[in-house]
């Protein structure tokens, strides 16, 4: 029997087309190490995976497998930029902060192709993503978007799409406009986090799995971290847990906010080439996001059911399809194969939480659905900080974060109320 994730409900398609998936041992005994992580998603690993290539004793411990949270369970899709648009942020941070942004996540995006090219990770990568509106009105920040990115940004890959190229593209006359990116594409994260732990584990980092941490303090300097059976000791710690921080460490918690999304296989589709043909990876205007494509072996990847608590629903496969057939009527009772869920993590302000939560332990995580790019990246950036290398990470660092308001039992209350009503406004 294939392997069902704990902490996300259903069984996925990139768990079933990653065959022989590789295991590593739970901690048996106490540790002391130089850096200490806890989480095995993207950020962790890579964060381990340098910190070992920069000579420095460093011990990984994952709750569950690698991948059962986001970084296995995502839509695949690597983006451009930072979670909002470039100019949303100009208003705010100024011209020259969000052109360093921007570069940023292209670098985020260079690190993890050559990444996956230069250690032979097969990631399925498909190039292409077409970004698409369901509002009319939103016309004229599609058409500036295109131009403000090429001109101020020097990103000249973006390019507005009139409707009949976006029903052309997409396979669907739903949506009324739309851009086409051809300098980003997507992924089959779990194929990326098996290649990454193998890697991290060849360069000498000490990984464990099923392997949760209970506590988590600093005493003299020094972090002690708890487990089921034993301690580790270490002179620094990386919490990379994003939506899975639980009570762990509640100023993570306070700023990092898990919502649960879900996604559909459904088969192939060999009756039905109209459907993405160029083969993009898509995403819609929706504040809830939907966000779709085919795989290499012909399925669609459907992603957005409206659903905001954290409890596992029993039925997943009939909103996913009922979200399938207002874009494709086609496929109104189509064979859903595969169905699953998992947790992302987000902040109130959609940007990326980096901060040191106690003396010498930083945690870094609400990537708030952009963290295919920039979990990699920022696990990075944090190996390099601790080796003494100036970075981006900073800048990260310097941004301010509000905390989701009401305390540990109203919090998820008072998302699932904001959510609603953002998810109902964008059916009018």
Known sequence: MAWQSPISPGKSWYEATVPGRPSYPAMDGSRQTTVAI??????GLQAALNLARH????????????????????????????????EEAEAELGLERSRALFAMSENAKRHLLDFARNHAIDIDFMPGHLAVSHKPS???DFRENARILAERYDYPHVRFMEREETVERTGSSFYHFGSRDAGTGHIHPMKLVVGLARVAA????????QTPATDIRTVEGKVIITTPKGTITAEKALLACNGHIGPLERTTARHVMPIRS???ATRVLHDHPEIIPGGESVADSRFVVRYFRKSKDGRLLFGGREAYTADNPSDMDGPIRRQIAELYPALANIEIDYAWGGSVGITMSRRPYVKEVMPNVMSVGGYS???????????????????????????LKDMKIPAFPGGPAFRPLLLFVALSWYALRDRF
């Open 202 to 209: 060849a360069s000498g980092a000490a990984l464990f799995e």
């Open 55 to 86: 000579g420095i004793d460093v011990t990984l411990i994952e709750a569950h497998r690698f991948g059962d949270g986001a970084s296995g369970r995502n839509g695949g899709q690597i983006g451009t930029g930072q979670r909002w648009w470039p």
């Open 138 to 140: 939103y016309e004229s």
């Open 262 to 264: 879900f996604i559909g």
């Open 38 to 43: 806890i989480g095995g998603g993207f950020t």
């Open 369 to 395: 659905g952009h963290g295919v790019m920039l979990s990699n990246y920022c696990g990075k950036l944090y190996a390099d900080m601790v080796a003494g290398k100036a970075n981006e990470l900073e800048m």
